[in-house]
């Protein structure tokens, strides 16, 4: 069993919004930080929103502040991205990750997760 299945994705038209989800098998999960990262065609993979054990501080890289919201789902063991205003420039395959962590504060902005899903393309026609 993979530790994190991503669903969600699919093809959407500038200005469309989707919401993209994450089921963790990780137990607890409240354990664990959680992030959401995106490989464009051609582009190393970036990070995209990170959110920390119990929700308490999110991260988002510049461009998608405003439009994109991580979200944790405890009862679940889900985690959300909520991307509104999606762009051509928002094409990717995006995939969650997840480490376990000792500091309830901690928002991981760099790759250095425990697991990844198996990603989820995401593609914004014009």
């Known amino acids: 069993q993979a530790e994190l299945v991503e669903s969600g994705g699919g093809l959407v038209q500038t200005g469309d919004s989707l919401r993209l989800s994450c089921a963790s098998s990780?137990?607890?999960?409240?354990?664990?930080?959680m992030g959401w990262f995106r490989r464009a065609p051609g582009k190393e993979r970036e990070f995209v929103a990170g959110i920390s054990r119990y929700s308490s501080r999110t991260e988002y890289t510049d461009a998608v502040k405003g439009r994109f919201t991580i979200s944790k789902d405890y009862n679940n063991r889900m985690t959300y991205l909520q991307m509104n205003s999606l762009k051509p420039s928002d094409t990717a395959v995006y995939y969650c990750?997840?480490?376990?962590?000792?500091?309830?504060?901690?928002?991981?902005?760099?790759?250095?997760?425990?697991?990844w899903g198996q990603g989820t393309q995401v593609t914004v026609s014009i």
């Open positions: 990750a997840t480490k376990k962590t000792a500091d309830t504060r901690a928002v991981l902005t760099t790759d250095n997760y425990d697991y």
């Open positions: 990780l137990s607890p999960f409240s354990d664990y930080a």
